[in-house]
């Protein structure tokens, strides 16, 4: 254990390495933002993988159902990767604001890394599509699909990715050990070639978190079909019933994996794993599978829609649970408060941050679902109506007059 002055030697390192020029707002409105928007990432994240492993094993498979529902993911999985890239932007903005020392420096160590995550995302993005282009136009969705390789690479790889960005957040974990890794047996080690820090229980959670989110989708996915006139009741109640299956088993199997999480938690954590943080996250997990068992009874009309929001919400205290811990291992142990940044307070970018994520991505996102979900439930070619065509302009003028404003207030500084 490190003594007290060892301690105070990381402290000040830390804070030598903060942006001297400060933040724009309040550092806990950009944490809170981080939490949420990680939240959003992992939820997609999980169902991307869900999704792909479904479409992968149902490639395999020979039952008319499986092949089936293979082809249905594999929409959602496509669909899913993109949303957990953009949604993956967003924490990562928020965390290397407040916590720039460590994010930036756990970058810089595992550089090769950094740039690998985006070459590695390109190939898994690329690996996916060619199934898809290869596969995606079979009238048949229960014909063997081809080039089943490339899905099952597009997997590999989207772990990697996600690996890297676990060992990222982890070494952000161990100011103690920056310099140590820095300088290896008296040698300075400029390569970035290496991942230093990982907890595979930690990794293993939130992939495995995975298995009751797809299953979430799946209880979804019947509820959202059953409307249409073509639906195929005895095909839906299967992959829903599956699904089902999927949430009970996989929050246990989370659990599990949380509970070994906390278990093997560094020294710096002090009494982290059994306090309320700690345990609310695990608690949450296993929560879903008793939710699942008791509410999703029979046709469910009503709570099968509630299934991923119940996801989410479970994601947030999950992903809050892992903020704490960041919080009590940094500030507790290193007394590293980013609570303490500088604030030069500037109200135009923070009103216009919040008003552009209510205003133009509000309308923009009420157009794309509505459309997303009335094409998704009619059978045939889907026309909009003349209500939901307007809904379309008028997202199209917000996200205008935002460029007028964004220049006209760039103008406007640059002149001043
Ligand atoms: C597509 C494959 C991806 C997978 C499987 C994946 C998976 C993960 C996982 C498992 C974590 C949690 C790590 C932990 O707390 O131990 C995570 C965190 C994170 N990911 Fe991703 N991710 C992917 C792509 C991306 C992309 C493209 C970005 C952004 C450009 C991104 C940004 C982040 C950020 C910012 C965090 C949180 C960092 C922190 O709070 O310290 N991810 N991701």
Redesign the pocket.
Known sequence: MMDASQVAQVTEMMYALRNPAGVPTFPIIFMGL?VLT?AL??LF?QI??GTSAITIFGSFSQSPYWRRLAAAMLEIAKVS?SV??VV??A??LF?QVVYDPHWYTSNVLSADWVIGFIII?IF?YWAMYFYYFTNGKNKDKTAQPKARWSMMLSLAL??V??FI??S???Q?LHPELWKEWYLQNGVLDYSGSQLHAYNPW??AF??SMAIPVTGAMLVTYRRFKMVREDADMGYLNWAADLGKTWIKVGSVIATVLYLAWMMTLPETAGSFATSFWGIIGGVMVLFFAIWAQVRLQGEAKFCSYMALPVALVIGLIVATS?EMLRYSILNDFFHYDFMDYKIVMDWYSTGLFFLTFAIVGGSTLAYYLTIAWKAGQTVGVYTPSPAVNRMGTIALWIMILWVIQFFVAGIWTWVQ
Do not use: Q, Y
């Open positions: 981080g990680f990432h992992i994240v991307m993988l990767v957990a890239i993956g932007v924490p990562l965390v995302l898994a989207m772990l990715v996600g960005m676990h990222l957040t982890s952000m930690r990794f939130f992939i892992r």
